[in-house]
DNA sequence: TACTATTTAATTTTT
DNA sequence: TTAAATAGTA
């Protein structure tokens, strides 16, 4: 067998955890190491030179886009097919093993997924129907109450109410949401990933077949795990598996979504022969940059402990702009930007990254303005946009009366004269009978509903009927469709006014080719719709379908996790939007904070910049930050301060309000001929005595941070504050 | 039923 | 500021 396809061009690291003997490891992946790689090349060195069956590998992601790059990678590699092969996202392959073993799983055959949306729309209905004051009670918060007991693994039998009435209404409405999702044959996000693990932790024989045939399971973005899947890998693991982990402690930063990085430990803990590899060579990015990013990600204290290095060159230094406030820096960052392009380069190698995604905003005005193409990653995706949720919710009922969800969506859409009135009859009915929707509608059409109301639900049901005779044994796209025309949904977009509707009857004839294109796997017993549906709901697709100009690139920080970019600027570098005022507090929340830093500093290959205004419009107010604190730990000899092109330098500004190297030092405050020095001790007529601790700003806009002995801590306008320096 | 006024809150997001 | 959600009105 020749192993040089495989091997080579690894390096050591690289190759000690390809060709790890079979047992346990763990492999800690710094940013740009090359860890897709090495999973991909694992998979090949067990099917090839291990002999391992392609059958007895499970390879799970967390996002289709990697599961999708991690098949195409090993098919590239390997000569074996490997269509059959189980690679997936967690809840892709959860799913896999729930339509197998719906039965043992308590669940109907044509059991249907539904997305947060469908999920928020159904706990408000619960609200609704259970009277609920949602002036207390936010669906939001019960939303994720149950979405974060389910990632835990816990059902409402096992929680306690402590004697906290809150927590007792919360477990009572967890627990109505559970019935209705039963009732309806609806399962949500967090609950395939739960009954998947408890299908396995339930039926011993199952659990020992799936044992016998996974004995590789390779596992990407390790430190993403969160309880269930973690357990769900564990049980499939057993005492006899292989689990291969790739992670990065370092770039945990989903720990609000239920995301664990203690699993690293305590995959040690439970596979105590665990091999741990450290790829900590960088192929990414320049000296400096990661010079930077170690520097900064050294701050937190609960680490496994990692230095990336690269053989690569020192590159330039990190450009840290002050920008006077978001105008300033978006103009600054597009100017940047321009000479870019001007340079040569792909728009598209240029990433504008931003902690939340309010900031986009003033950015791509600029963009528009400069005439720069570009494209924001996140919002709505193809299967998210209402017309295509309201075409799916009519073939959900199709195939499933039961689909309460799917029923409330569309009962009245387009409208049909079902109001709120009939509607509320109809939820009443079914919750006095336990039954769904439809069978409540047909009920109520018949008996105690008359005229107009009863005439409006016996059409609706008899045109879901109808639909229903009319699209079997259709292939899928005509079923598709048909189903789009005949439901009245075009008709009834076609008279939104405004280019709106004309764009939701292509979308709608877009999903008709995604159906026409939808390529379901044959060894799959679920009707095509059904296979159809499942897919609508696991892979929203794409943002924009025409991704395919050149254009810059604007997202979030978390969004931009896995990805690179020669340049890379990273706005809003202020205490309170980065780290968010929200997690400043928290040393946990500070810690998961500088590791999002630490994701945006590495993605840069060559250029980083780093923005920051002294002056923001914040929810229409303007307010005054300082410089993020990690800005001030990343070492000063990889920084350099960018001063406005035409402005006069500022003597001393900036380097004053860098934070706290240089809060000891006495400084000049900007622009200001009284010399005012940190540290002064200054008088102030309405707070009395205090000391200045920091200062920032320039001109009439040069403020200072005061200690007053009295009055606490204050930023005070220098021009305003009429301070009697002591 | 549809449009308009008012209120409220304001990270990060994949499946 | 602004977006979304709700309440109120025609």
């Known amino acids: 067998m020749d192993v040089t396809p495989i091997l080579e061009n690894l390096n050591d690291a690289q190759r000690e955890a390809v060709t790890a003997p079979a047992r346990p490891t763990l492999v800690i992946a710094g940013a740009g190491s090359g860890k897709t790689r090495v999973l991909v090349h694992r998979a090949a060195w067990l099917i090839d030179v291990e002999g391992a069956s392609p059958h007895s590998l499970l390879a799970v992601t967390f996002t289709n886009k990697a599961a999708a790059e991690m098949r195409t990678r090993i098919e590239g590699l390997l000569n074996v097919p490997v269509q059959h092969l189980w690679i997936g996202t967690f809840h892709g392959l959860a799913h896999r093993m729930l339509r197998r073993h719906w039965r043992e799983a308590g669940l109907p055959q044509n059991f249907q997924i539904i997305d947060a949306e469908d999920q928020l729309r159904l706990i408000k209905r619960l609200f609704k129907n259970l009277e609920i004051d949602d002036s207390r009670w936010a669906p939001r918060e019960i939303q994720w109450f149950i979405n974060a007991q389910k990632d835990e693994g816990l059902r409402p039998q096992?929680?306690?109410?402590?004697?906290?009435?809150?927590?007792?209404?919360?477990?009572a409405l967890y627990e109505a949401y559970e019935e209705v999702c039963q009732r309806g044959g609806l399962v949500d996000f967090a609950e395939l990933l739960l009954r998947a693990h408890e299908l396995l932790r339930d039926n011993a024989e199952l659990l020992e077949q799936y044992r016998r045939r996974f004995r590789h399971l390779l596992v990407d973005e390790f430190q993403d795990t969160n309880a269930i899947q973690y357990d769900w890998l564990r049980l499939l693991a057993g005492s006899d598996g292989v689990p291969f982990a790739v992670g990065d402690d370092d770039q945990s930063i989903y720990r609000w979504r239920g995301a664990r990085v203690e699993h690293i430990h305590q995959f040690q803990k439970d596979f105590p022969d665990t091999r741990v590899v450290k790829l900590e060579q960088n192929y990414r990015s320049?000296?400096?940059?990661?010079?930077a990013a170690n520097a900064v990600i050294a701050n937190n204290l609960s680490r496994m402990g990692k230095n990336l290095w690269t053989e690569g060159a020192e590159g330039e230094a990190i450009k840290v702009y002050s920008a006077y406030n978001e105008r300033d820096e978006a103009d600054f960052v597009i100017g940047r930007l321009r000479d870019w392009i001007d340079q040569g380069n792909l728009r598209a190698d240029a990433a504008i990254l931003y902690r939340s995604n309010a900031q986009s905003r003033v950015l791509e005005e600029g963009l528009i303005n400069a005439r720069i193409p570009y494209r924001v990653y996140g919002g709505l995706r193809f299967f998210e946009r209402m017309e295509i949720k309201d075409a799916l919710a009519y073939?959900?009922?199709?195939?499933?009366?039961?689909?309460?969800?799917?029923?409330e969506r569309v009962v009245n859409k387009p409208t049909r004269g079902i109001g709120a009135r009939t509607l509320d009859l109809m939820r009443q009915y079914a919750r006095a009978n336990a039954c769904p929707m439809w069978r409540a509608a047909g009920a109520l059409a018949s008996d105690d509903l008359r005229g107009r109301a009863a005439n409006a639900v016996a059409a609706f049901m008899s045109l879901i009927e109808r639909l229903d005779r009319e699209t079997t044994g259709?292939?899928?796209?005509?079923?598709?469709?048909?189903?789009?025309?005949?439901?009245?949904?075009?008709?009834?977009?076609?008279?939104?006014k405004g280019e709106k509707g004309e764009t939701r009857i292509e979308n709608l004839d877009e999903l008709v080719s995604a159906a026409r294109s939808f390529t379901p796997d044959p060894a799959n017993e679920m009707s095509r719709l059904?296979?159809?549906?499942?897919?609508?709901?696991l892979e929203a697709g794409e943002g924009q379908a025409d991704a395919w100009e050149d254009c810059a690139?604007?997202?979030?920080?978390?969004?931009?996790?896995?990805?690179?970019?020669?340049?890379?600027?990273?706005?809003?570098?202020?205490?309170?939007?980065?780290?968010?005022?929200?997690?400043?507090?928290?040393?946990?929340?500070?810690?998961?904070?500088?590791?999002?830093?630490?994701?945006?500093?590495?993605?840069?290959?060559?250029t980083l910049y780093i923005t920051h205004a002294e002056q923001r419009r914040l929810h229409g107010m303007d307010s005054f930050s300082q410089p993020s604190r990690f800005i001030a730990e990343i070492p000063d000899q990889h920084v350099e301060e960018v001063r406005p092109r035409v402005q006069v330098a500022r003597p001393m500004a900036a380097r004053a309000?860098?934070?706290?190297?240089?809060?000891?030092?006495?400084?000049?405050?900007?622009?200001?001929?009284l010399g005012v020095r940190l540290g002064q001790r200054v008088r102030h007529k309405k707070f009395g005595d205090g000391v200045i601790l920091?200062?920032?700003?320039?001109?009439?806009?040069?403020?200072?941070?005061?200690?007053?002995?009295?009055?606490?801590?204050?930023?005070?306008?220098?021009?305003?504050?009429?301070?009697?320096?002591?």
């Open 474 to 496: 259709l292939e899928l796209h005509d079923q598709v469709d048909h189903v789009v025309y005949q439901s009245g949904l075009v008709e009834f977009f076609r008279k939104e």
């Open 286 to 291: 320049t000296s400096t940059i990661l010079n």
């Open 657 to 673: 309000s860098r934070g706290s190297r240089s809060a000891g030092a006495a400084a000049m405050a900007p622009g200001n001929e």
């Open 158 to 171: 096992h929680l306690g109410d402590e004697g906290d009435p809150n927590r007792r209404q919360q477990i």
């Open 530 to 537: 059904d296979e159809f549906l499942s897919h609508a709901a």
């Open 553 to 606: 690139q604007l997202m979030t920080m978390h969004s931009a996790k896995g990805l690179e970019f020669p340049l890379v600027f990273m706005c809003g570098m202020e205490d309170g939007l980065f780290p968010h005022q929200r997690s400043i507090a928290d040393p946990n929340g500070l810690e998961e904070e500088r590791r999002l830093c630490y994701v945006g500093i590495t993605r840069a290959m060559q």
């Open 694 to 726: 920091n200062c920032e700003g320039q001109g009439a806009h040069a403020r200072i941070e005061v200690n007053f002995e009295s009055a606490g801590t204050k930023w005070l306008v220098l021009s305003y504050a009429n301070l009697e320096l002591m």
């Open 395 to 407: 073939l959900r009922l199709i195939a499933h009366r039961d689909d309460d969800s799917a029923f």
